[in-house]
């Protein structure tokens, strides 16, 4: 992974996470069960890949890389919930509810659109950082 995506992953991470932190400290919006699931997969990407931009550690992307699939999953189930694509296996137990809307911007933008939107453009700098990291292993 070349410094240049690692500082992109380590932005985009911090970006999500000070969203994250705005909604729920500033607006006093509660995140739902799901939210939580999602921040424990985003907060410690944060310092992983500032850890890995300083040291200039190409390994970072096997190390974020559970994280960052674990919350694409976890955020992908929680939009097909919100949008009424799929029922819940389970109700949310905990506090408010993994469909309660709480911000609609232009109609569509939601908290956990948001979230996906921040896996998966996390997801694609990791796919293709791993494809890069094989691509320069091989050559060597």
């Not at 500082?7 to 996470?17: G, N, R």
């Not at 500032?50 to 694409?72: E, H, M, Q, R």
């Not at 911000?103 to 998966?120: D, H, N, V």
Request: aromatic share 16%; with cysteine; glycine share 4%.
């Amino acid at each position: 992974m070349k410094p240049t995506f690692i500082y992109l992953s380590w932005l985009l991470a911090t970006i999500a996470m000070t969203g994250s932190l705005y909604f729920s400290n500033i607006l006093n919006l509660p995140p739902c069960s799901l939210c939580w699931w999602q921040r424990i997969c985003m907060f410690p990407l944060v310092i992983l890949f500032a850890i890995g931009f300083v040291k200039k550690d190409t390994n970072c992307v096997f190390y974020t890389s559970p994280l960052v699939i674990g919350g694409l999953l976890l955020s992908t189930y929680h939009n097909l919930l919100y949008y009424g694509v799929i029922e819940s296996f389970t109700a949310c137990t905990a506090g408010l509810s993994c469909t309660s809307k709480q911000i609609e911007w232009a109609g569509f933008i939601t908290i956990p659109l948001l979230a996906f939107t921040a896996f998966l453009l996390l997801s694609i700098l990791t796919a293709y950082s791993i494809l890069n990291y094989r691509n320069s292993y091989e050559e060597k």
